[in-house]
């Protein structure tokens, strides 16, 4: 993601590691609670698209200090190169269309930003059955994917963005939920996550936000988080039709 930013020339992302941003893996970690008493004492946990793997790590961590369940792991990307090494946690190099793994073995499954990197439904439908597939009856996927409120941002973003938007499967809110109600028995949208807008888009949030022409992308993206917390983005967004760069959602995915 980072890399695909850079090239574009844009420099929309500097220092700033979304990977590492512990606010956002705390925000993600609301969703493990929303679903933590659903499951199991002893837990075989996915982490799907992992990358470095902090934030799939931090969940197992999660549940086993908070909720004292025992965790075993495993974690995969196509390319797993770049994933922090971890006691007790299998790492594997894996295309999630084609997943090694036999039926109904995992009870939680994450992918967050993942299976919008799909060029098409099909393939994305594709990820999602294999999903399915290898968790358990009962067994639970939480997914965190972009979305807009409409498909004029939809297209406006595939002109301003082409090199992103070639890259990824983008869809409306309900072109999502749709999506996963074609596949999952049950579908809940758990919990709102910040938005960063797109640069070329942004002069009237910025305002708003008090973002200046100078500040860093790492100021903008706290003060961004902090409008966040308070509510505030998720209510502009709808009230204004703002159109960003991601709204992501939480959606967990009860299969029974
Ligand atoms: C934006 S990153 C998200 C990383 C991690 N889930 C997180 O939240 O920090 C997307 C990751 O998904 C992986 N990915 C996308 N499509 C994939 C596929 N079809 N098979 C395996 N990995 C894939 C990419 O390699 C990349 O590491």
Redesign the pocket.
């Known amino acids: 993601?980072e890399k695909m930013i850079k090239s574009e020339g844009k420099n929309l992302i500097t220092t700033y590691s979304?990977?590492n941003d512990t606010a956002v893996?705390e925000e993600?970690l609301y969703s493990i609670d929303e679903i933590a008493l659903n499951l199991p004492e002893d837990i075989t946990l996915l982490?799907?698209?992992?990358?470095?793997?902090?934030?799939?790590y931090a969940v197992k961590q999660h549940l086993e200090e908070k909720y004292n369940k025992v965790v075993r792991m495993t974690i995969?990307?196509?390319?797993t190169a770049?994933t922090v090494k971890r006691e007790g946690v299998r790492v594997l190099d894996?295309?999630?269309?084609s997943l090694p793994f036999t039926d109904e073995s995992f009870d939680l499954v994450?992918?967050?930003?993942?299976?919008h990197?799909?060029k098409t439904k099909e393939?994305e439908n594709s990820?999602l059955t294999e999903i399915k597939r290898v968790l358990k009856p009962n067994g639970i996927f939480i997914t965190?994917a972009p979305f807009f409120s409409n498909k004029n941002d939809v297209e406006l973003l595939k002109k301003i963005h082409s090199l992103v938007s070639k890259n990824m499967n983008l869809k409306t809110y309900d072109e999502l939920v749709s999506l996963h109600k074609e596949i999952f028995s049950t579908v809940l949208i758990a919990k709102k996550q910040p938005s960063i807008p797109l640069k070329t888009e942004k002069t009237n949030f910025n305002k708003r936000y008090g973002i200046s022409e100078g500040d860093s992308i790492d100021t903008e993206i706290t003060k961004l988080i902090s409008a966040y917390r308070t509510q505030d983005i998720a209510s502009v967004w709808s009230r204004d039709n703002d159109f960003g760069w991601t709204v992501n959602f939480a959606i967990l995915i009860n299969q029974k």
Request: glycine content about 8%.
């Open positions: 993601m979304w990977f893996i993600f982490g799907l698209g992992s990358s470095v793997g902090n934030l799939d995969t990307d196509r390319y770049d894996v295309e999630n269309k994450i992918a967050r930003s993942v299976t990197y799909e393939d990820v965190e």
